[in-house]
């Protein structure tokens, strides 16, 4: 049985391959730019509150809790859900909830 010898050149093909695409990834994510504030997160649609201001819009962050709360009542194994819905409590200060919530999602992925 005689086998196949490939020329060098052919095992990097793999690795330039991978590298055109983390560059195209990253160059389609820096062309986004503020496009992602009006992306869907998590399954969650609608714009994202701008915490960028120096006051927190409190009613937009309670209705992302309701959405997240919404995604989690029908998954609650979702990581990354709980995940933001601990960082949206403790945008508003309620940082007993946040800790709940990013325990919860360390007892589903215990790695984190």
Same mark, same amino acid.
């Given at each position: 049985m005689a086998l196949l010898v490939? @020329?060098?050149? #052919? +095992?990097?093909? @793999? +690795?330039?391959? %991978?590298? %055109? %695409?983390?560059? &195209?990834? #990253?160059? !389609? &994510?820096? &062309? !986004?730019?503020d496009e992602s504030k009006n992306s869907k997160v998590l399954g969650l649609s609608g714009e994202q509150p701008d915490l960028s201001n120096s006051t927190i819009n409190r009613e937009g962050i309670n209705e992302e809790i309701k959405r997240t709360k919404a995604v989690l009542t029908a998954r609650p194994d979702y990581v990354a859900a709980w995940l933001r819905l601990s960082v949206l409590y403790e945008q508003i200060g309620e940082n007993s909830l946040a800790e709940e919530a990013r325990e919860r999602a360390r007892s589903l992925t215990p790695d984190l």
């Open positions: 490939l @020329p060098h050149y #052919f +095992r990097i093909i @793999p +690795r330039i391959i %991978l590298i %055109l %695409l983390i560059v &195209a990834s #990253f160059g !389609m &994510a820096l &062309a !986004m730019g």
